[in-house]
C-alpha cells in the first residue's frame, strides 16, 4: 500500500476516503499537538483537540474517549455516554481498549504513539469499531475479541468488516527483548542478531483468522518512530511523550 500524499494524511485519510459519506474517520499528525489529557505536556490539549477535530468536522464536546489500560475490554458508549471523557480524564470509558457502537453522531476516540491503532467498519449495519493494539492488545487478540463484540451486539459478518491500521511503530524500528519469543512464539524477526516485532502483521495475521477479507485491510503505513517528526513515537521521546488521536465517527 502507498503511502498517502503529506496534504492528505494531515488529517489522516482512513479507508483512502471510500466511506467519507457515511464516517468520519481520522488521526491527528504532530502538527496538531498533543491530543492527550493524560499524557504528555496536557496545558493545550483540549484546544488542540478543538482544532483537530473541527478539522474534521465533529464536535469536540462529543467524543468519548476511554482510560486504556493495554487491556482486552471492549465497550459500547450509547448517548448516554457522550462526551465522556471529552473535557477531562476523569471521566473516560475506565479500563477499555476497544470501544463499539452503532450510534450516529457519536465520535470516539483513543489515542497513541506507537501503538496500533485499528479502524473497523461494517458499511451494512453501519457499526464501527476502534481498537488499542500494543503488543499486550496483540497478545491477548483484541482485534478478535473485538470482531466477535461486533458480530454479538451488531449481527456484523467478518467479511464484510473494513479494517485500516492507523499509525504505528513499524518492523523496521520495533526492537523488542528476547522474552518476546514466548509472548509470540515464530512471530519475531530477526536482523543482525536482535528481535524485532511487527504488529500490524500479526494483527493482519489474526483479522485473517477471524474471516476479514485480505483485501479488506489498508495500512497508513506510517512508521511512527522513522517519521517522528509527524507523529509522536513513546519510544523515541520517552515519558513526555504525546498523543496522536485516531477518531471515528458515523454520519
Ligand atoms: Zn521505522
Not at 461494517?122 to 487478540?141: K, V
Not at 478478535?144 to 468488516?161: L, Q, S, V
Not at 513499524?170 to 543482525?192: I, N
Request: net charge positive; with cysteine.
Amino acid at each position: 500500500m502507498a503511502e498517502q500524499n503529506d496534504s492528505k494524511s494531515k488529517n489522516g485519510l482512513v479507508f483512502n476516503g471510500l466511506f467519507d459519506g457515511e464516517l468520519t474517520a481520522g488521526f491527528s499528525s504532530r502538527s496538531y499537538g498533543n491530543m492527550s489529557l493524560n499524557y504528555g505536556g496536557t496545558e493545550a490539549s483540549l484546544d488542540n483537540r478543538k482544532y483537530f477535530l473541527k478539522s474534521l468536522n465533529v464536535d469536540y464536546r462529543s467524543l468519548v474517549c476511554a482510560k486504556q489500560t493495554h487491556g482486552v475490554n471492549i465497550k459500547r458508549p450509547g448517548l448516554l455516554q457522550k462526551g465522556n471523557g471529552a473535557l477531562e480524564y476523569e471521566s473516560a470509558l475506565a479500563d477499555t481498549d476497544a470501544i463499539i457502537t452503532d450510534q450516529k453522531n457519536l465520535p470516539v476516540a483513543i489515542f497513541t504513539a506507537d501503538c496500533l491503532s485499528i479502524f473497523l467498519y461494517d458499511a451494512l449495519t453501519r457499526s464501527i469499531g476502534l481498537i488499542h493494539a500494543g503488543w499486550r492488545g496483540t497478545q491477548g487478540n483484541l482485534v478478535a475479541k473485538t470482531i466477535e463484540a461486533m458480530r454479538g451486539e451488531f449481527n456484523c459478518r467478518p467479511e464484510n468488516i473494513h479494517v485500516f491500521f492507523g499509525p504505528v511503530i513499524r518492523s523496521c524500528c520495533y526492537e523488542v527483548g528476547k522474552d518476546f519469543q514466548d509472548k509470540f512464539p515464530k512471530k519475531l524477526l530477526r536482523r543482525g542478531g536482535k528481535f524485532f516485532l511487527d504488529l500490524a502483521e500479526i494483527n493482519r495475521q489474526q483479522l485473517s483468522l477471524c474471516g476479514i477479507k485480505p483485501g479488506n485491510i489498508t495500512e497508513s503505513s506510517i512508521c511512527t518512530s522513522c517519521r517522528n517528526e509527524e507523529y509522536f513515537s513513546f519510544r523515541k521521546e520517552g515519558e513526555s511523550c504525546g498523543r496522536i488521536m485516531s477518531v471515528m465517527m458515523l454520519k
